[in-house]
């Protein structure tokens, strides 16, 4: 077990606080310890917090910000970006901060016109996949960024079917709105779309130990997202993190090994204190003072 495995508490990237482990709330389909009891984030949230800020250099100043299907974990997250214009936009109005009502398919926006695409659990529930990412690829900037993430299982082909019932849904693709489980072939259907792509996941950017203290899941992946064909230079490279979070550790081991030999200590001395003649002689001054008081 890591040093982290035992500490009671961890950190939220999303919200900024240290919080018992024990009071974060299981998340969908039961995942223990997944959403923060205090902002409600979940393990993805918490990693494109620290994924908006390691990228902030790379997206640079943002003028347009399309939110898909926005949350208010994630529409605070993407609001450090300091946006020009923060655009919610999502297929129906359920309560949630939505600033235009369309399908990703077909984007009420002119070419080239968005910086940032944030699209997280979205691509699944689209029949035509296909239209939405070649959309992406339209109206992002030359230099524009995407974050895409979507369910998928690396290994197999894409699972999906558009017809069936909701019930077969729930079943075959998680839930009953989602008409497909990616495999494989996801990212050859970026690249046919017009899109290249860097692919990250929690572990390789933060280290185990990070992730642990963050509450975030190793292998959950990310695709940093841009147009054109050619890949990039890698957009997020090597952090230091893991190597901040293991001298850290390494000091939290050291300190409680200080302070375990320090108890020790005390006790052997106690227990000394307690065979000798002064402590003897202490006690029966003390006694001899307080039969006089009498
Ligand atoms: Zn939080």
Avoid at 238 to 245: A, I
Avoid at 250 to 255: D, F, K, Q, R, Y
Wanted: glycine share 8%; aromatic share 4%; with cysteine.
């Amino acid at each position: 077990m890591s040093a982290v495995e035992r500490l009671p508490k961890r950190y939220c990237s999303a919200c900024g606080n240290v919080v018992w482990l024990r009071n974060f709330k299981p998340g969908p389909n039961g995942r223990p310890h997944a959403r923060c009891p205090r902002c409600k984030s979940l393990e993805r949230h918490r990693f494109l917090a620290v994924l908006v800020s390691s990228l902030k250099p790379a997206i640079g100043t943002v003028d347009v910000l399309l939110d898909v299907a926005p949350s208010p974990q994630t529409t605070e997250i993407l609001a450090s970006l300091r946006p020009g214009r923060h655009i919610g936009l999502d297929l129906g109005l359920d309560g949630r901060r939505v600033d235009v009502l369309a399908s990703l398919t077909e984007l009420p926006l002119a070419d080239a016109s968005v910086d940032l695409v944030f699209c997280y659990h979205v691509l699944e529930h689209i029949p035509d996949d296909r239209a939405a990412m070649r959309e992406i690829a339209r109206v992002l900037t030359p230099e524009g960024l995407a974050l895409v993430q979507v369910p998928i299982r690396f290994g197999t082909v894409t699972d999906e079917d558009v017809d069936t019932t909701p019930e077969e849904r729930k079943a075959r693709f998680g839930q009953h709105d989602h008409v497909r489980w990616y495999g494989d072939d996801f990212e050859g259907r970026l690249q046919e779309s017009g899109l290249t792509f860097q692919r990250v996941t929690p572990v390789e950017v933060l280290g185990a130990d990070m992730c642990a203290w963050l509450r975030v899941e190793e292998d959950e992946p990310v695709w940093i997202v841009r147009r054109g064909s050619a890949m990039p230079a890698r957009l997020l490279g090597e952090t230091r993190l893991p190597g901040v979070m293991g001298a850290l550790l390494g000091e939290l081991t050291a300190e409680r090994a200080a302070r375990r030999a320090a108890r020790a200590k005390v006790a052997r001395l106690e227990a000394r204190v307690g065979r000798s003649p002064l402590r003897r002689v202490v006690r029966r001054v003390k006694r001899i003072a307080s039969t006089r008081r009498k």
